[in-house]
């Protein structure tokens, strides 16, 4: 069994800052691509960010700039650092992860962690 779980979510202004993380565990044998998807209410899910195995980058126009993305192979972990942020950045933000895996080799997504931006 492979797990993602997402934490580091919260309330915070306008302005404000917050790094969430992703940890995936189980049956592992490699991580490909890994990402931070976002869903706000009533509102399809979106790619806020990605990034690849190597460390190559892509992130949403909207948070380009004010986000970044990295992960740390060895330990199959996923951060989004979130600085600036902005009452449109509230959603419930999701990580996603390619996996090689010996029980399911495909994509696996987290639970989810809720952010929400004042104004």
């Known amino acids: 069994q492979v797990q993602l779980v997402e934490s580091g979510g919260g309330l915070v202004q306008a302005g404000g800052s917050l790094r969430l993380s992703c940890a995936a565990s189980?049956?592992?044998?490699?991580?490909?691509?890994m990402g931070w998807y976002r869903q706000a209410p009533g509102k399809q899910r979106d790619l806020v960010a990605d990034?690849?195995?190597?460390?190559?980058?892509n992130y949403a126009d909207s948070v380009k700039g004010r986000f970044t993305i990295f992960r740390d192979n060895a330990k199959n972990t996923l951060s989004l650092q979130m600085n600036s942020l902005k009452p449109e950045d509230t959603a419930v933000y999701y990580c996603?992860?390619?996996?090689?895996?010996?029980?399911?080799?495909?994509?696996?997504w987290g639970q989810g962690t809720q952010v929400t931006v004042s104004s």
């Open positions: 996603n992860a390619y996996v090689v895996s010996n029980l399911r080799t495909g994509t696996y």
């Open positions: 189980g049956s592992i044998f490699s991580i490909n691509d």
């Open positions: 990034i690849s195995r190597g460390g190559s980058t």
